[in-house]
């Protein structure tokens, strides 16, 4: 069984540019989530996909997209980036539960 | 709103003294509770969730509806337990996690 993994590691990008972020479910695993975390605070949930459908959303702007593919694997899209995008993201699979398993994150400075 | 509140961002104990990091909510429904640990260079991990009631690695946390706490406490620190600890919230029907800013608890020898 492998666990979540994401890429890439990191990525600077200008302001403005648009940037796609990938993660690969843990085997098994029909539920992905994406949060945003920024230096120093807790991670925010952007959105949840299930079985491909977007299944809940936080407070993003929809220039923060996403994509559950059928193999269960996910994109997160962010169009128009701002400075304030610069963040660690993460995504985590979990199968109907609540217990969500993490991947290691992609952080992205926007400069 | 819903909302997690950890109110301390760094709490040092000796090696053997007792922890409690305090988490605090604000939920209007049937909340999950979950403690997440990040040891460094690591990624995020469940630690316990209320529903199961275990200890893990001799951590507890018992939910109080009435004070809408969820602290976490360990009776005897050990230096291993130096990490980035986080509270979550599970929104009822969603898998939606609301997350605290974190306390970091350095165990000191």
């Known amino acids: 069984e492998t666990g979540v993994t994401q890429s890439p590691t990191h990525l600077i990008k200008t302001r403005g540019q648009q940037v796609t972020l990938r993660c690969s479910s843990q085997s098994g695993h029909n539920t992905v989530s994406w949060y945003q975390q920024a230096l120093g605070q807790g991670p925010q949930f952007i959105f949840q996909?299930?079985?491909?459908?977007?299944?809940g959303r936080g407070n993003f702007p929809p220039r923060f997209s996403g994509l559950q593919f059928p193999n269960y694997s996910s994109e997160l899209n962010v169009n128009a980036l701002e400075l304030d995008d610069s963040a660690l993201y993460l995504c985590a699979s979990s199968w109907d539960s609540y217990e969500q398993y993490f991947g290691p994150g992609t952080r992205l400075t926007v400069t | 709103a819903q909302r997690v509140t950890q109110p301390e961002k760094l709490l040092s104990v000796f090696k053997g003294a007792p922890v409690e990091l305090k988490c605090n909510y604000s939920y209007s429904g049937s909340p999950e509770l979950f403690w997440y640990v990040q040891y460094s260079r690591q990624r995020l991990q469940l630690l316990l969730r209320h529903i199961s009631r275990e200890s893990i690695k001799g951590f507890t946390a018992d939910l109080n509806k009435g004070e809408t706490s969820f602290h976490l406490k360990k009776p005897f620190a050990q230096e291993e337990d130096s990490a980035m600890y986080y509270c979550a919230l599970g929104a009822e029907g969603t898998y939606k996690y609301i997350f605290g800013t974190g306390t970091r608890l350095k165990v000191l020898a």
């Open positions: 996909y299930y079985r491909e459908e977007e299944n």
